[in-house]
């Protein structure tokens, strides 16, 4: 018996119950995907018309689930994923097959310990304790998959907390990384959608040397904070040698196409600790209240 008020118990059953209804009658009209309830037909669900209402499942699945989990912020990690663990950076030298492989496995090898910084700050911040109704804060978040976002996963596990891993579909085969908690695990079609989780609970963000998706997923934060559609959140850039020579940031500024005063949304850091730090001080100073 239920220790709910009668009052209160809901009159229809869930449709998971009903779904479990076995049918008895098995005609022609019954055989016909017509007959199939529409959140059970996938051809129906996949139909090119459908894709609003995959949007909004996309958005409300993971939204359910973190909330369930209590997670109310989240520290997000954005990297490369050909970045080697600096234990396998010498065999991708080694397995070069000519000189160009050779020195692209040489300048990976050269941000390998970059691998040991994000496993070193997703530990910091996955020690940040649970408030007293329960709630977790700075949780690591990543793309879930190797390198990078592996190293991410791999830190807070290491201090046996719970981590996020949000996973896009993509044509050549791929799943997540091991360190990413199961039941934290999501996989999205839409990468929209996926970019949109990323934000809506980042109160931190760690940028590490990356390609196109890297530029994407940072750019368009700078872009939102910017025109003022994101509070400020303090956003850590790590590899100034890197950046500075793949993007000339004094030159958007001195062209005119951002504002000088645009480059204090970064943070160049190089360690951990000193990532931490920034972070630290940002809402320790009210900072994150001032817009």
């Not at 993971?62 to 909330?67: A, C, K, Q, R, S």
């Not at 998959?145 to 996020?164: C, H, L, Q, W, Y």
Request: negative net charge; charged residues 25%; hydrophobic residues 40%.
């Amino acid at each position: 018996m239920s220790d709910r008020d009668p009052v209160e118990q809901p009159r229809f059953r869930p449709a998971k119950q009903e779904v479990r209804v076995q049918e008895e009658v098995h005609t022609p009209q019954t055989a016909s995907p017509a007959y199939r309830l529409a959140f059970q037909d996938d051809e129906f669900l996949l139909r090119q018309d459908l894709r609003p209402v995959r949007f909004q499942l996309e958005l409300l699945k993971p939204e359910l689930l973190l909330d369930e989990a209590k997670i109310a912020s989240t520290f997000v990690f954005y990297g490369s994923a050909r970045i080697p663990s600096p234990e396998d950076a010498q065999a991708r030298i080694d397995a070069a097959t000519d000189e160009r492989s050779r020195h692209v496995a040489e300048r990976l090898a050269a941000k390998s310990h970059y691998y040991d910084v994000a496993r070193e700050l997703a530990r910091i911040a996955a020690q940040y304790p649970v408030n007293a109704d329960g709630w977790r804060n700075f949780v690591v978040c990543s793309g879930g998959g190797p390198s990078i976002m592996e190293a991410a996963n791999r830190g807070a596990a290491d201090v046996g907390a719970k981590t996020i891993g949000m996973n896009i579909l993509l044509p050549h085969e791929q799943a997540p990384n091991r360190y990413v908690t199961p039941d934290l695990s999501f996989r999205f079609h839409y990468f929209a959608l996926r970019k949109m989780h990323f934000t809506l609970r980042a109160r931190a963000l760690a940028i590490f040397p990356g390609g196109f998706g890297t530029f994407d997923e940072f750019f368009e934060v700078l872009t939102l904070i910017q025109t003022g559609k994101m509070k400020r959140i303090p956003v850590l850039l790590y590899g100034r040698d890197f950046w500075e020579r793949v993007v000339n940031f004094e030159a958007l500024a001195d062209e005119g196409v951002i504002a000088h005063q645009d480059l204090e949304l970064i943070n160049w850091v190089e360690t951990a600790d000193e990532g931490w730090d920034v972070v630290d001080r940002f809402y320790a100073d009210g900072s994150s209240d001032d817009e």
